[in-house]
């Protein structure tokens, strides 16, 4: 999906205007009848499966061209359904649930989910550039692939094919809608792979961003990496999760910072005074200066420190000393899993800031280039935002994205800005005002690697110049 790449999803999209002019039989409401056509169509479109009454009459070619006429415009959804007799009906669309989008994402959605019968002599095929590739499997076998952390996807889908690997039996759609979340409740706590739960806190971070993730990682030995909200309403939902899964017998191990931005570290006393003020705090050595006075850090970890998580599936984190946006950020890397902990190095929404002095683009492009090097990836976690599910291609865009900003503003260097404002000026100019003093701070980070690399010099009065041959 363009939304979340790398996660695996079932088709459908968002309502067209015409969708509410299709007509479905036994449709309680025009709403829930304008769903219908809208999940009709987009089956159609993407998997070339057509749930009408009267399809069955068509010969495999005939479907064809129908199809034809809807992907070539030459006939909207509602003229072909007339054109060649057929009608949707919702007795052949069950409702499966009803879910809201988490509000760390940039886009909400708001889903309705259908089962459908496939009909009978039609077989689907991934006709859309929307998805990468596609195909039949049983539940059981996709629930197991999740399980086994080879596929990612988002809740609703890890609960649909959790409910259908449960068998097609008489009680399935009681356990389609007998979650809070099927009803529109948002998800608060999620699980994109097994032992990796994401709950993202409301914090007065860096926009578009309005959340930072925290993460419970361990199947029964439990880590809370980055509670960051200093809001009083979000530290207490934070608490509720972190005693309910105490509650169902896991155990706390500590509380890990990746790094000390207050975003990332507003509810750490808050959580451990909730928890009963017994709790172990542990960061890198250079987060824990930053933070004296403010977060007491009681154990230092250092790269390649080990952590091993008792539990089902047993989990074994590696502690990477990953500094770039801060000089003493880590990230944790779970190989078996395939997954990576990114704190702000690589987020899943906005961009990540580069401040001098504990921002260094230098460290960051290398760190970038250790994270390229592991082993396996199949998602990568970040301080904001849904997960990756695409790991290396995300890497090597933001490798991309840095390295184009450094020949911007090289080139600007060049064409005789001399100091971070001018460059933001030149190369930058679409930059929106209230951003700038940021903009300004991420270009002399730049600056400096240019300086370091010889490219760029700097005079007594601090002026930036292009240095020759
Ligand atoms: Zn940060």
Redesign the pocket.
């Known amino acids: 999906m363009a939304f979340m790449p790398g996660f695996y999803a079932f088709p459908g999209g968002q309502r067209d205007e015409a969708d509410a002019q299709v007509e479905v039989d036994n449709a309680a409401d025009r709403e829930t009848a304008t769903m219908i056509a809208c999940a009709a169509r987009e089956l159609f479109e993407e998997l070339g499966v057509l749930v009408a009454r009267g399809a069955e009459s068509l010969t495999k070619g005939q479907l064809a061209s129908v199809l034809d006429d809807l992907t070539s415009a030459r006939m909207t959804f509602v003229g072909l359904l007339a054109h060649y007799g057929l009608r949707l009906d919702a007795r052949d669309f069950r409702f499966a649930g009803r879910w809201v989008t988490p509000p760390f994402s940039p886009r909400r959605f708001d889903t309705l989910f259908f089962v459908v019968r496939c009909p009978r002599k039609q077989e689907p095929r991934v006709l859309t550039a929307e998805f990468e590739s596609g195909g039949w499997t049983t539940a059981r076998e996709a629930f197991e692939r999740w399980r086994r952390a080879e596929v990612m996807a988002a809740p609703p889908v890890v609960h649909a094919v959790r409910t259908l690997a449960g068998g097609l039996t008489d009680d399935l759609f009681e356990r389609f809608l007998g979650v809070p979340h099927a009803h529109r409740r948002p998800v608060r706590a999620i699980e994109f792979l097994p032992g990796f739960v994401c709950f993202p806190l409301r914090t007065p971070t860096k926009p578009p961003a309005t959340t930072t993730n925290c993460y419970a990682v361990g199947t029964r030995d439990l880590l809370v990496i980055d509670p960051g909200s200093p809001y009083e309403d979000e530290q207490a939902a934070l608490a509720g999760f972190v005693k309910g899964l105490l509650n169902e017998g896991r155990l706390l191990r500590e509380i890990v910072l990746t790094?000390q931005?207050p975003?990332?570290v507003g509810g750490v006393e808050a959580l451990r005074e909730q928890l009963g003020g017994n709790i172990t705090v542990a960061a890198h050595r250079l987060t824990a200066e930053t933070l004296k006075g403010q977060v007491r850090v009681d154990r230092f970890i250092e790269d390649e420190d080990l952590i091993e998580l008792d539990g089902e599936p047993r989990l074994r984190l590696r502690a990477m000393h990953t500094p770039g946006?801060?000089r003493g950020h880590l990230s944790f890397y779970e190989e078996r899993m395939g997954a990576l902990v990114t704190?702000?190095n690589i987020v899943g929404v906005g961009s990540v800031?580069i401040d001098p002095p504990e921002g260094n683009v230098r460290d960051y492009l290398a760190t970038l280039e250790r994270y390229r090097h592991l082993p396996r990836l199949v998602a990568l976690f970040g301080?904001h935002g849904p997960a990756v599910g695409s790991p290396r291609a995300k890497i090597d865009e933001y490798v991309a994205h840095r390295l184009k900003r450094e020949r911007d503003i090289l080139a600007a260097v060049r064409a005789g800005a001399g100091t971070p404002a001018e460059t933001v000026a030149r190369a930058y100019a679409d930059v929106h005002p209230r951003m700038r003093a940021l903009a300004e701070r991420a270009v002399l980070a730049h600056l400096e690697k240019l300086e370091e690399d010889g490219l760029v010099t700097r005079d007594a009065g601090g002026r930036f110049a292009a240095r020759h041959g």
């Open positions: 790094h931005h975003d990332h946006h801060t704190g702000d800031l301080g």
